[in-house]
């Protein structure tokens, strides 16, 4: 069964940094590309960023270009999203999917002093 | 980066049919725009229907179809069922930007 488990979330000041991570299960981990999706509190859904299967290939929305990293471990079927410069608008709910198929059930960030 | 716009909400009877449609500012919505349809459920998350414009997941039931309609991408449910109330998400390639993007949403209720 393909299953995407995202941990890391939490409660951080403005200005502070987050890792999410991401752990897979049932499928070919390194084979995938990898996706992070995030929603506000009761907003939709805003694609965040992807990486390639071989982790060379990295694309991000404009709002979080220098400020997130995405990376991944296809020996520990892990993926990641640092996150740096948090400001309030980053405050969502966190998805990893893979691809666009598999989604997880999210990990929560808030960004509040 | 391209902004991907939805109808904000649609009402269908239920055993009724009714399209969602997903229109791009960068021009045509195309097969290279790879169009994604999700769903999300109050509470839930997302659940991808489908991909590749008209391509169904192995849980996506036969009454979603997903096509090209007119330079937008679409997404008919026939056969509407109570359990279909939900939001419907498109999600489009931005070729240009090198990233995906979310329409808005539609709000589908089925009453």
């Known amino acids: 069964e393909v299953q995407v488990v995202e941990s890391g979330g939490g409660l951080v000041q403005p200005g502070g940094s987050l890792r999410l991570s991401c752990a897979a299960s049932g499928f070919s981990f390194g084979s995938f590309w990898m996706t992070w999706v995030r929603q506000a509190p009761g907003k939709g859904l805003e694609w965040v960023a992807n990486i390639s299967p071989d982790g060379s290939e990295k694309y991000f929305v404009d709002s979080v270009k220098g400020r997130f990293t995405i990376t991944r471990d296809n020996a520990k079927n892990s993926l990641f999203l640092q996150m740096n410069s948090l400001r309030a608008e980053d405050t969502a709910m966190y998805y990893c999917?893979?691809?666009?198929?598999?989604w997880g059930q999210g990990t929560l960030v808030s960004v509040s002093s | 980066q391209a902004v991907v716009t939805q109808e904000p909400s649609l009402t269908v009877s239920p055993g009724g049919t009714v399209t969602l449609t997903c229109a791009s500012s960068?021009?045509?919505?195309?097969?290279?725009?790879?169009p994604n349809w999700i769903q999300q459920k109050p509470g839930q998350p997302p659940r991808a229907l489908i991909f590749s414009a008209s391509n169904r997941y192995s849980w996506t039931p036969a009454r979603f179809s997903g096509s090209l309609l007119g330079g937008k991408a679409a997404l008919t449910l026939s056969g509407a069922q109570p359990e279909d109330e939900a939001e419907y998400y498109c999600?489009?390639?931005?070729?240009?930007?090198?990233?995906?993007?979310f329409g808005g949403g539609t709000k589908l209720t089925v009453l």
């Open positions: 999917a893979r691809d666009h198929s598999y």
């Open positions: 999600l489009l390639l931005d070729s240009g930007a090198q990233a995906w993007v």
């Open positions: 960068t021009g045509a919505v195309t097969t290279a725009s790879s």
